[in-house]
C-alpha cells in the first residue's frame, strides 16, 4: 500500500523552488532596469535568496539576463495573439499596444538587448511576435484606420517611447504612459499629415541584438 503522504516532502521543495524563482525573475527585473551592469549578487540580495540558491536555477547572469528578455518576449506574443482575436481592426491595434505597455515589456529589451545570445527558440518567438504585429497593423491599416505610411518597426519605436516614461511612483508611471500612448495613437490615426523622413526599415535595428564583442 502506498503511503498518502509520500511525495509531499518534494512538492514541498518544489514550490518553495517555484517562490525562490519567482523572487529571483522579480527582482533581476528591478536590479537591471536600474543598471544593467550590476553584479548576480545584486539579485540574490534583492530577491532575499542566497547565492547558491541563484546559481542552482541560473548558470549565470548572461543565462538570467536572456531567461528575462525570454519571458518578456512571450508576453509580447501573447498580448499579440490576444488581440489578434479582437474582430474590430483599431481596437485589436490599439489594444495590442495598450496590453504591451502595461505589462512593461520594452523597458527591459531596450536595457538589456546586445548582453546576451540569444538562443533558437527566442528567434522563432521573434519571428512569431513580428509577424502578429504586422498582421495587426496590416489590418488597421487595410481598414483605413491607420494612417497609410506606417509600418511595422513603427510600432517597436513607438513602444520603446512609452517605455522611457518612468517615475518613482509605478502607478503614476502607468498613467503616463498610457497617457503619453492616447498621445501617440491620435497621431497614428487616420487623417492626418505625413510623416516626416523615411520610415524605419526592416531589420535596421537587429544590431541591438547581437552580443558585444
Known sequence: MSNPTEGLPLAGRRAQAARNDAAILAAARAVFLDDPKAPIAAVADRAGVGISALYRRYAGKEDLLRTLCHDGLLRFVAAAEEAAAEPDDW??????????????????????????????????????????????????????????????????????GCAAIRVPDPDRTRQLRRRHLAVLLAGLAVPGPPLPGPPPGAGEFDWRWRPKQ
Open 91 to 160: 481596437a485589436a491595434f490599439a489594444g495590442f499596444l495598450e496590453r504591451v505597455v502595461d505589462a512593461d515589456v520594452h523597458s527591459l529589451t531596450v536595457h538589456l538587448a546586445g548582453t546576451f545570445t540569444p538562443t533558437e527558440e527566442m528567434g522563432r518567438a521573434a519571428v512569431r511576435a513580428n509577424e502578429l504585429v504586422d498582421g495587426l497593423v496590416g489590418r488597421a491599416r487595410d481598414a483605413g484606420r491607420l494612417r497609410p505610411d506606417v509600418v511595422t518597426q513603427d510600432v517597436g519605436l513607438l513602444l520603446e
